[in-house]
């Protein structure tokens, strides 16, 4: 968080400006002079020409350790505002916790299965600040999250646990043919699921047995609310007793699929529209 404090002696003022990191070390930039919010660029309409001279900043919350994106295109980038999708012209390098700034002069702000998306923008518009950072899961209701209103940001979501029949299943197909969703629900019936494509370092582990608190990038895809996870840890979270009151034991993987797949990680031919995320 951040404020301008104007201290004024007889006809002089001057203003500084305070910033404070959040607890856990958290560096979602705040919204600067001259750089708009990522919240603000959310409200354009789907084809809308960004502004000439348009620099955002925000942290890379999508991991590429995990592998967990259908492109090494790919990529999440959030500010204490909101996040944003893009599908870059090339294969990207940006690890998780990265700040970055990003001209987006002259770019469409599109849409992917009803998510906004940036696609097709090139490297070199964008600039490393600072690495290693590190972004906290921001705790929200599942009202506001079914409503999709942290669309692309790292989000935390308690008392959920894996649907009873998906117990049996891992995250992702262990032989990595096909993308996963795991279905999740809440205490009241609220339901959402986990994607992982078929690449993820994990794809091979048991899914949570217990309930607890969930987090991941917030995602949409034809009207379905998704959770990604953005590190392993994310669904470390899920240990405390089923609403159930019953745990069924582990018995093999899955193989259900709800994407289409991109050359860039898999060898299969791109979307048109851009990169799928789940």
């Known amino acids: 968080r951040s404020v301008d404090l104007k201290f004024t002696i007889g006809t002089f003022n001057k203003v500084l400006k305070v910033t404070q ?22 409200k354009l309409a789907e084809n809308a020409i960004i502004e000439s001279g348009t620099i955002i900043q925000g942290v890379v919350i999508s991991n590429m350790e995990l592998n967990n994106l259908t492109s090494k295109k790919g990529m999440y980038v959030q500010d204490a505002t909101g996040g944003l999708q893009f599908y870059l012209a090339a294969n990207h390098t940006f690890a998780y916790g990265t700040m970055v700034k990003i001209d987006l002069s002259g770019a469409k702000m599109g849409a992917y299965n009803g998510a906004k998306q940036i696609s097709g923008l090139a490297l070199d518009k964008i600039t490393t600040v600072s690495t290693g950072n590190t972004v906290d899961a921001k705790v929200v209701t599942m009202a506001d999250f079914l409503e999709n209103k942290y669309e692309g940001q790292y989000v935390a979501l308690e008392g959920v646990q894996v649907k009873a029949a998906d117990l ?4 992702g197909d262990p032989a990595g ?11 009241d019936g609220n339901s959402f699921v986990v994607f992982s494509s078929k690449y993820a370092s994990y794809k091979a582990q048991t899914v949570a047995q217990g309930s607890g608190t969930i987090k991941g990038i917030s995602s949409i895809n034809n009207g379905k609310m998704q959770i990604i996870f953005s590190q392993e840890s ?11 009151g019953a745990v069924v034991p582990p018995t093999g993987g899955d193989e259900g699929d709800n994407e289409e797949d991109d050359d860039d990680n898999g060898g299969q031919t791109p979307p048109p529209a851009g990169d799928v995320t789940g």
């Open 234 to 244: 994310d669904f470390a979270g899920l240990t405390g007793a089923r609403f159930d």
């Open 168 to 171: 049996s299943k891992t995250w």
């Open 177 to 187: 043919s096909s993308h996963v969703s795991i279905n999740m629900e809440d205490a």
């Open 21 to 42: 990191k959040g607890e856990g070390g958290n560096v979602l930039p705040p919204a600067e002079d001259g750089v708009p919010p990522i919240a603000d660029l959310l």
